[in-house]
């Protein structure tokens, strides 16, 4: 393989996995407002999400009805978390998959998580999370996510399509 080659190559690599990091952060983005918005006509806060995720780093902490620095922490974690999901998954799809069927992949995979990670990792490691969310919304809300997530191949083209750097 010639060098012109393996720079595509590792290029390719690279935007593949930016794209999925950054389908990932639009997905939870879009994810986190559904949860949100689904909170707030059950009568909840709209914050109610991320400070359930935020128990995850104070187990005593109480679930306040207002955005606190509690919050900061769940809605970090909920970024992390589904974003680097997104940059693995594109990154194990990569090429493997036709095009077309990306978003079909990226559903199943959200629902899959959504059953692996709220029925079985956080009943475990989370308690509060598994037994306090809604479960419809939250299953929605992981629709959602896969969607945004299956859009990573419209990001892989505008990062390969970019214009290199110029260096001086």
């Not at 950054?22 to 806060?45: A, C, F, N, Y």
């Not at 997530?149 to 990001?155: E, H, I, M």
Request: glycine share 6%; with cysteine.
């Amino acid at each position: 393989m010639d060098a012109a080659t393996e720079s595509q190559t590792a290029k390719a690599r690279l935007a593949t996995l930016l794209a999925g990091l950054e389908g990932g952060m639009v997905g939870i983005l879009w994810m986190l407002t559904w949860l949100g918005v689904s909170s707030v006509w059950q009568q909840r806060s709209f914050w109610t999400p991320e400070n359930l995720m935020a128990t995850a780093f104070d187990r005593n902490s109480t679930l306040a009805p207002v955005f606190t620095w509690a919050t900061c922490g769940g809605l970090a974690l909920y970024l992390l978390i589904y974003s680097v999901l997104g940059a693995t998954f594109s990154a194990v799809l990569r090429d493997r998959v036709p095009r077309r069927r990306v978003m079909l992949w990226a559903v199943i995979f959200a629902l899959a998580w959504y059953y692996f990670s709220f029925r079985w990792i956080f009943k475990f490691a989370l308690p509060l999370v598994a037994l306090l969310h809604v479960e419809h919304s939250t299953l929605v809300g992981h629709l959602l996510y896969g969607t945004m997530l299956g859009r990573y191949p419209v990001y892989v083209q505008r990062l390969m399509n970019a214009a290199p750097p110029v260096v001086e």
